[in-house]
C-alpha cells in the first residue's frame, strides 16, 4: 500500500516562497513516476511538476517553470517542491501523487495514489 503524506502549505504573501514536502511509504520512488498536482476552487486538478525517466529534467507546467522546482530525497522517501515568487494565482490545493504510468499524469491527470493534499494561499 502506497501512502503519500505532504506537509508544508499555508499562507504567504505574493514573492514569497514555501517548500512542500510529500513523505512516501517504502520502494514508491523506484516502482512509480511521482510527481505534484495542484487544484484551486472552481478549477480542474492540473499536473504541475513531475519526474519523467530523466530525473535530471523533470516536468513543469508553464505556469510555474522558473518559480517552482521538484526535488527528492530517496533517503528519506521524500518528495520537495521549492516555490519561489508566488502569486495569488499559485492559491490551491497541492497534491503529491504516484503513478505506474507516466502518460498518466501527462495526459490524464490521472494517477494511481494520491495525499491528503495541503492548502497554499498566497494573498495579494
Known amino acids: 500500500q502506497v501512502q503519500l503524506v505532504e506537509s508544508g502549505g499555508g499562507l504567504v504573501q505574493a514573492g514569497g516562497s514555501l517548500r512542500l514536502s510529500c513523505a512516501a511509504s517504502e520502494r514508491t520512488f523506484s516502482t512509480y513516476y511521482i510527481g505534484w498536482f495542484r487544484q484551486a476552487p472552481g478549477k480542474e486538478r492540473e499536473l504541475i511538476a513531475a519526474?519523467?525517466?530523466?530525473?535530471?529534467?523533470?516536468y513543469y507546467t508553464e505556469s510555474v517553470k522558473g518559480r517552482f522546482t521538484i526535488s527528492r530525497d530517496n533517503t528519506k522517501n521524500t518528495m520537495y517542491l521549492q516555490m519561489n515568487n508566488l502569486k495569488p494565482e499559485d492559491t490551491a490545493v497541492y497534491y503529491c501523487?504516484?503513478?505506474?504510468?507516466?502518460?498518466?499524469?501527462?495526459?490524464?491527470?490521472?494517477?494511481?495514489?494520491w495525499g491528503q493534499g495541503t492548502q497554499v494561499t498566497v494573498s495579494s
Open positions: 519526474f519523467s525517466r530523466s530525473v535530471s529534467r523533470p
Open positions: 501523487a504516484a503513478t505506474y504510468y507516466y502518460s498518466d499524469f501527462v495526459n490524464r491527470g490521472y494517477a494511481d495514489y
